[in-house]
């Protein structure tokens, strides 16, 4: 049964402690991809709203409480937060799927991460955040601080925007830095709802604010201003060259999750409905709109046609419709703009020769954004549809002979964010897996995460990486305190 969709109210800027409009009165037009009719309005930040934002950030970090108050007190902010999060479980999920298509039934299991996202880096700050020692004979004894950085700027996309927020805000806020977030414009209520929450929380003014606004503007100020330290951006690869490019005259330290076109391999002798889950899941669920999907299928030549009928037949049973109907598994894409990209990918798909297997779209739901869970079958390697991200319910199906096929197949492209290996000889799980060039691998699962493991990818998918102590790299800086106990030889100059 489909929740009702409502009607929201316009957005605003959240500055040091208050929300306000943009300085300019202009708005953006917020679309709901199931209808293609307006939501509401949120206000379009630019440059001057940047800068007062990273004003009261750069205020509130170096006058303001902060970074200086007791570990225990700053972190019982952080838990305050993830315990408002639980509260509005029910309404985020709403607001997620009513801005993104992502169907309601995913959307609430991702605002039970965006808790824990909170709590868990409280945990890992009251217990992983430390420092070494070393004792130089007996003249020194040598030791290291994390110190916060400063102003961390956070550019968070479209897909899964609400755990995507709070897997950068958590982890700034919890180590000391103030934050500017700068939502993807094409999904701004949870980020609305974000303020809301830490408002509600009452953390000192300046310490987390909202710019919402289009990249080119409100974005590409807040990377070049000279007052923020570090830039922590998930999205488009080409994007995310840019912006490092961008900030190179102010040397600012930049975190990129960036895009990813990730194979699952499939042996002969792999858990056959397992991996096919697997494998469905993978690319079919979130709308096909995830970073880390299993986008390249490569299936061992003995079972191609065994699975390959499989998935036609799993694939044909996917429901598409309306994204708050519960038992709703593929919603429609963000918007038109990149359902029309993800169609010209069907159709560049046949000029290649390829057979590309999709269903039509039910007349009742057809004014939304919906491309059906599509199979790009007899498709090679070199091919654009094998090597460019499209982004959305699309698996481009190839084959391999052997284990060294499968591996020079699956490392042939530019991208190395994520990879699947199925099989069961688990010898050649870890050498498939240790061989793939990716930041991220599972044998025989499905993408699931640990937060306490690093995330981020190779080659053109990213740098950096985000979770567990690893993201301490990113949000804070390590000093060297060198104390003399005695009083050593100091070389006599001039005397």
């Not at 824990?116 to 020194?140: H, K, T």
Request: charged share 25%.
């Amino acid at each position: 049964m489909a929740l009702k969709h409502e009607t929201q109210t316009d957005i605003l800027l959240y500055i040091n402690g208050e929300f306000t409009s943009a300085s300019s009165g202009t708005t953006i037009k917020n679309m709901n991809p199931f209808t293609n009719e307006q939501i509401n309005e949120v206000a379009e930040g630019q440059s001057e709203d940047i800068n007062k934002a990273v004003a009261a950030a750069r205020e509130a970090f170096d006058h303001g409480p902060w970074k200086t108050m007791k570990l225990t007190k700053r972190m019982a902010y952080i838990y305050r937060i993830a315990d408002l999060i639980d509260e509005e479980v029910e309404k985020i999920s709403y607001l997620e799927s009513l801005d993104t298509g992502l169907p309601i039934s995913q959307t609430r299991k991702m605002v039970s991460r965006a808790s824990e996202n909170f709590r868990f880096y409280a945990r890992m700050v009251e217990s992983r955040l430390i420092g070494d020692a070393y004792q130089v004979d007996d003249e020194f004894i040598n030791y290291t601080i994390n110190a916060p950085v400063g102003v961390a700027g956070l550019i968070t996309p479209w897909n899964a925007p609400f755990m995507l927020e709070t897997w950068k805000v958590a982890p700034a806020l919890a180590t000391g830095n103030t934050v500017v977030l700068k939502p993807a414009e094409l999904s701004p209520l949870s980020a609305n709802l974000l303020a809301e929450i830490i408002h509600k929380a009452d953390l000192p003014k300046g310490v987390f604010n909202v710019v919402h606004g289009y990249g080119e503007t409100a974005g590409d100020a807040l990377v070049k201003h000279p007052d923020v330290q570090l830039i922590s951006f998930t999205g488009e690869t080409k994007t995310g060259s840019t912006i490092i490019k961008n900030s190179a005259d102010t040397l600012k330290s930049c975190s990129m999750e960036l895009g990813g076109k990730s194979p699952i391999i499939v042996f002969d002798d792999a858990d056959f409905e397992r991996a096919l889950d697997a494998c469905v899941w993978g690319i079919y669920s979130f709308n096909g709109e995830r970073c880390t999907a299993n986008s390249r299928l490569f299936v061992q030549e003995g079972i191609k046609d065994e699975f390959i009928a499989a998935l036609k037949k799993r694939v044909a049973n996917i429901k598409i419709g309306d994204p708050l109907d519960v038992a709703t598994e593929v919603g429609p894409l963000i918007d038109k703009g990149h359902f029309t990209k993800v169609k010209g990918y069907l159709d560049i798909a046949k000029e290649e020769g390829t057979e590309v297997i999709t269903a039509d779209i039910p007349a009742e739901i057809a004014k939304g954004n919906f491309v059906a869970p599509t199979l790009i079958l007899n498709a090679k390697n070199h091919m654009r549809v094998a090597q460019e991200e499209i982004f959305g319910p699309v698996l481009t199906v190839m084959t391999f002979k052997d284990e060294e096929e499968a591996i020079k197949l699956a490392n042939d492209i530019k991208y190395g964010l994520a990879g699947y290996v199925w099989t069961n000889d688990i010898k050649r799980g870890h050498r498939v897996a240790h061989k793939v060039e990716a930041g991220m691998l599972w044998v025989n699962a499905q993408n699931v995460r640990d937060l306490r493991t690093p995330f981020g990818g190779s080659k053109s998918s990213g740098i950096g990486r985000e979770g567990g102590h690893y993201g301490f790299e990113f949000y804070t800086e390590q000093k060297i305190i060198h104390v003399s106990i005695t009083d050593h030889h100091i070389q006599q100059f001039g005397k």
